[in-house]
């Protein structure tokens, strides 16, 4: 007998972009291609002066000529329906997307998993439960606030549910339910996740296919962090306290952390490595290139003190390397593939005739009357909704930022609002979808 629930299971992000492909390729036969006209402007920044191209509002034509409908096999390396995936995978150059946002990916995916491998953040965080958890309000307040930052500063939401493991026996001896162990692990994961300031694997990849500089927008962003924490954090204390039971202390042992200095060497490497990065960023304007070296020093650094303290030996740093970039594997194929649909549309370019271009004239001009901040709620609610059916940061980032980013500059919206927006709606409805397999996974793992 066929399992109900595999019948009824969300199909895989990639299994959505194949038919998104065909979508967009019956688009693009049917639709006309379309320009704009631009016009390159200048802004002061930290770094310098740095130069943007822009569309000029109101500047929309169609194309003289027929719209080129693209085939179903290309041949000598042009466009076609069945050259989606190469053709995404090895677009761009190594300063953004696809190949190099896919080269980053992979390089950064690599140095956290040999981090993670070494489980000094693990043992870092068991050291802190048993620090705090004869403080029944103070060990809810860490442990949010240190997975509210894991989300911010790389990513954190597959290994919560690992901690939702591990720290359940923990708050079932405190009294507090699973609904509890998953709001200070998961939810204080997402909410860091979409208020994230420096996050590589999202708000990094959108503001460069934006075009804005990287980790600008920081202080409002960690303003953002704060307050969305907070209020994270209030309603959790709240929860706890109204579903806590007394009897239940007691019941379960606690944690026995081995943190070793090898650990604390490991988490200092890793501290330092991001001041590295934070510094390189906002003093010498690094990009795409230069961070993925960075978190590859950092990795590799990591596992030297792994190697001495002799919790790895080469063979298995490598493997962590590996392993880190095979897990993030599904997300740079996303990358590569969102690329291609852009491509199947006719590029990105606003001044070359594209579907894509008359695509956005079109979306401008329905939301062009209202006001710019109605304009930035529509462009939440559809990055929330998008989320729903791809929900993979770099992923969506490479798939709606392309169109989103020029969008913003016919309506009047900053791009900044505009990564933003997909920040957002990309990390706050990771709290409730289904199709996010953190959630699941965490939901999955606990008690009903």
């Known amino acids: 007998m ?77 466009m076609g329906l069945a050259n989606v995936a190469f053709e995404g995978l090895v677009s761009g150059t190594k300063w953004g997307s696809a190949i190099g946002v896919i080269a980053f990916i992979l390089i ?31 060990f809810l307040v860490a442990m949010f606030l240190l997975f509210s930052l894991g989300g911010a500063i790389f990513g954190m939401g597959e290994e919560a549910i690992a ?39 999202s708000v990094a990849i959108a503001q460069g296919i934006a075009e804005v500089p990287l980790l600008s927008g920081a202080a409002y962003r960690g303003l953002l962090w704060f307050c969305f ?16 039971s007394q009897a239940a202390r007691g019941q379960a042992g606690t944690i026995n952390a081995r943190f070793s200095a090898t650990d604390g060497s490991i988490l200092l490497v890793f501290l330092v490595g991001l001041i590295w990065v934070i510094w390189g960023v906002t003093t010498r304007a690094y990009y795409i290139p230069e961070i993925a070296a960075q978190f590859f020093v950092i990795g590799i650094i990591a596992g030297l003190v792994a190697i001495v303290g002799k919790r790895l030996t080469a063979n298995g740093v490598a493997d962590a390397f590996n392993q880190g970039a095979k897990d993030l594997l599904p997300a ?22 594209s579907t894509l271009n ?17 304009s930035a709620v529509l462009m939440l609610v559809f990055q929330s909704v998008f989320n729903f059916f791809i929900a993979s940061g770099s992923g969506q980032a490479a798939l709606t930022m392309p169109l989103m980013a020029p969008l913003s500059d016919l309506v009047g919206v900053s791009r900044q609002i505009a990564v933003l927006a997909f920040q957002l709606g ?18 999955g793992v606990l008690p009903h």
């Open 108 to 138: 950064v995916g690599g140095s956290f998993g040999i981090i993670l491998k070494t489980q000094a953040i693990e043992n870092g965080v068991l050291r802190l439960i048993q620090k705090t958890q004869a403080f029944d309000r103070a």
């Open 332 to 353: 740079a194929l996303i990358v590569g593939f969102a690329k291609g649909l852009v491509l199947l549309l006719g590029g990105d370019d606003p001044a070359t005739p």
């Open 426 to 443: 990309d990390g706050l409805t990771n709290i409730v979808i289904p199709t996010s397999a953190s959630l699941i996974g965490c939901l």
């Open 2 to 78: 066929t399992n109900h629930n595999q019948k009824m299971a969300m199909p895989d992000a990639l299994v959505i972009l194949f038919f998104v492909s065909l979508f967009a390729a019956l688009t693009a036969w049917l639709v006309p291609a379309g320009a704009f006209t631009v016009q390159t402007v200048e802004q002061d920044s930290a770094n310098g002066t740095t130069s943007r191209t822009v569309i000029e509002p109101g500047s929309f034509q169609y194309a003289d000529e027929a719209s080129s409908a693209p085939p179903l096999f290309a041949e000598g390396g042009d």
């Open 229 to 244: 924490t907070l209020l994270g954090l209030v309603f959790t204390l709240r929860y706890s306290e109204r579903t806590k």
């Open 358 to 374: 008359t695509i956005l004239h079109h979306t401008s001009s329905a939301i062009g009357d209202f006001s710019a901040a109605s």
């Open 163 to 201: 901690f939702c493991l591990v720290l359940y026996p923990v708050m079932r001896s405190l009294g507090y339910n699973a609904a509890t162990t998953v709001l200070i692990t998961y939810v204080a994961t997402q909410i860091g996740f979409a208020t994230s300031w420096m996050n590589p694997f």
